[in-house]
């Protein structure tokens, strides 16, 4: 069975600090994604990843850098926490191979920063 | 650019009524088309895909959509929704990149 999984289901960090959010995959998918998710805004893009070490940036990366240091771990770090990237973070992965890319989500990080 | 609309933030409907969730897309070359469900504190998962050949598609839980070349739409329906139906509802676009476009999503709320 598909399985994306991510850290943290919930976390609470103050403004300021150093906040790195995980994100597994056991499907040998060489994409790998991560998105925030907003009220009113719907998903998007903050960096994708087409392999390891390889990293794009999406639509919305300012604020925020990505490491990909293995196929399977794809890690979103925020240098430094602001209370405007309080929302909800998913993490996405997909076959390069297939034509159309069908994305498996992770559950979901409800980040809050005070 | 490439982008998606979805029409209704929410959708309201009592429980085995029929309801519609409108999605429109703007591209001027091909493309696939997605419908994702997020269940509440859940991530996303998908509910059925448009890639080629018919342009009806059906999910495993009753849902269907239809897409319209001619209205560039992609418009979910369900003849009679469950109270598990509740939920929101993504409709997502390829353009033949590597990059899923999302709509701003459509909650369906289903009362008894």
């Known amino acids: 069975d598909v399985k994306v999984t991510q850290s943290s289901r919930y976390l609470v960090k103050r403004t300021g600090e150093k906040v790195f959010l995980e994100c597994v995959q056991d499907?040998?998918?060489?994409?790998m994604f991560w998105y925030r998710q907003d009220p009113g805004l719907g998903l998007r893009l903050i960096y994708f990843?087409?392999?390891?070490?390889?990293?794009e940036k999406g639509d919305i990366p300012e604020g925020y850098s990505v490491s990909r240091e293995k196929k399977e771990r794809f890690s979103l770090i925020l240098e430094s926490a602001s209370t405007n990237q309080t929302s909800m973070y998913l993490c996405?992965?997909?076959?390069?191979?297939?034509?159309?890319?069908?994305?498996?989500f992770g559950p979901g990080t409800r980040l809050t920063v005070l | 650019a490439q982008s998606v609309t979805q029409l209704d933030s929410q959708v309201p409907v009592f429980e085995e009524a029929p309801v519609e969730l409108r999605c429109n897309y703007s591209?001027?070359?091909?493309?696939?088309l997605f419908w994702y469900v997020q269940y509440p504190n859940q991530g996303l998962q998908l509910l059925l895909k448009y890639l080629s050949g018919s342009t009806l598609v059906e999910s495993i839980n009753g849902f269907e959509a239809e897409f319209n070349k001619s209205q560039t739409s992609f418009h979910l329906r369900k003849p009679s929704v469950h109270i598990s139906d509740t939920a929101e509802y993504f409709c997502?676009?390829?353009?033949?990149?590597?990059?899923?476009?999302f709509g701003t999503g459509t909650r369906l709320q289903v009362f008894p």
């Open positions: 591209s001027s070359v091909s493309v696939y």
């Open positions: 997502a676009v390829i353009p033949q990149t590597d990059k899923l476009i």
């Open positions: 996405a992965s997909s076959l390069w191979s297939t034509s159309y890319n069908e994305q498996f």
């Open positions: 499907m040998d998918h060489e994409n």
């Open positions: 990843s087409y392999d390891v070490k390889m990293k």
